[in-house]
Structures are given as C-alpha cells and as structure tokens.
C-alpha cells in the first residue's frame, strides 16, 4: 500500500543550488500536484498535472520547474534554491477531478 | 475578503465535548467541498466531504450554507484522537481541475484530558 512516495524526506541546501524532489505514485491516479506548506499559510499549490505529458501552473509557481513524462511520476525541480524556498513540500494525487487528495508524507526543505 | 477563511485557534475543549468549526468562502461558484485532517508534522489526509444535503460520519457532521457561503464541521464527544489541524478545502472552479482547490489555513483542535 504505498500510496503516494516522495523523496527526500529532509533535505538542506546552500542558497543557489539546485535539486529535484521526486514523487511517484502507484494507484493509476491521472492527477498529480505539488503544495507547499509555511506557517500561517496554509497549503499552497506550485504546480499540478492532469495527465502524462500536460502540467500547469499554480498559485505559487515561480522558482520551480515539473513534467510529467509518466502517469506515476511528477518531479519537482528547484532550479536555484532560496531561503524563500524553506519550505515542508507535498505531492498529492487524484483519480477523479472531484475526488480525494491523497498526499505523500511530505519533504522539509531547509535553504541556507 | 480571502477565498477560505478558517478560525485558526486554538480551540482547547475537554474530552466528550461538543465543538464546531466554521469555514467561509468567497467564490459563489464553487462547486465542491471537503474538509481534510492534518496531524502534526504529517500529511493532510480526507476526513469528509461535505453534500449540500449535509453529511453525518459517525461523530462529524458537515454542513453546507450556500446561502451565506460557509461550511461547517461539528464534531461530537471530542476524543482525545481528534486533536489536530482541520483543513477547510473548497473547489472553485467549474472544471474541477485540482488546480481549483483551494486550502484554508486550517483550525487547531486541542482535546485535554
């Protein structure tokens, strides 16, 4: 029963560097998203998927790049980290356009 | 006026108490309504969406206002399992894309022995 699987789980960087967090998922779900959660703002969405091959932006988009090659995996890549970018990062994915969120355990990223 | 507004809290109520949480939302044309859990330092996860007819699971029972754009959660006999962030989550959009969900920022529930 995995579910939804991100990678890392923590993760520090130096202000500049670059890293990719990866998300995968193994319940055929066609949705696929990436939030990001700071205290006091409640959940956030970079980027979202609707399918493999199409993304879009969110709310929150800049400083991030996705794509979506398959069904399972929808990568987000930091292109050149920020302090502004500390942040705890969850991917979640649906099978329906109305239906349930289900979330990855989440990534705490911590730029320096 | 923000799309979803929550009461942050912390609302601290003893066990085997009554508590009830409102959530406003400012897009008239929104289409679909949930309420999610989040237990500290984990991922947010689907407690119950909420009907316009009203749905009751168990101890919770939601409520939707389309009237005066709010939902609600009551939650009965607290138990001290029940202690956690209640996300109010809104669909905004007609095409129910995910890119149309909109997170609220959650109430904090305290439940003392």
């Known amino acids: 029963n995995a579910g939804v699987t991100q990678t890392p789980k923590f993760q520090v960087l130096k202000t500049g560097q670059s890293m990719t967090l990866q998300c995968a998922q193994d319940m055929n779900h066609e949705y696929m998203s990436w939030y990001r959660q700071d205290p006091g703002m409640g959940l956030r969405l970079i980027h979202y998927?609707?399918?493999?091959?199409?993304?879009d932006q969110g709310e929150v988009p800049n400083g991030y790049n996705v794509s979506r090659s398959t069904t399972e995996d929808f990568p987000l890549r930091l292109l050149s980290a920020a302090p502004s970018q500390t942040s705890v990062y969850f991917c979640?994915?649906?099978?329906?356009?109305?239906?349930?969120?289900?979330f990855g355990e989440g990534s705490r990223l911590t730029v320096l | 006026r923000k799309e979803v507004e929550q009461d942050p809290g912390p609302f601290n109520v003893p066990e085997g108490a009554t508590v009830a949480f409102n959530c406003t939302y400012s897009?008239?044309?929104?289409?679909?309504f949930f309420w999610y859990r989040q237990d500290c330092r984990k991922e947010p996860k689907l407690l119950m969406s909420?009907?316009?007819s009203g749905n009751e699971d168990g101890r919770f029972t939601a409520q939707l206002n389309r009237a005066s754009q709010y939902i609600s959660l009551l939650i009965r006999d607290s138990k001290l399992s029940d202690s956690a962030t209640y996300l109010c989550v809104v669909n905004r959009g007609y095409g129910g894309s995910q890119g149309n969900l909109i997170f609220g920022k959650g109430t904090k529930l305290s439940v003392k022995p």
């Open positions: 897009n008239s044309a929104s289409q679909s």
């Open positions: 998927s609707v399918g493999a091959g199409i993304t």
């Open positions: 979640a994915s649906s099978g329906t356009t109305f239906g349930e969120l289900f």
């Open positions: 909420v009907y316009s």
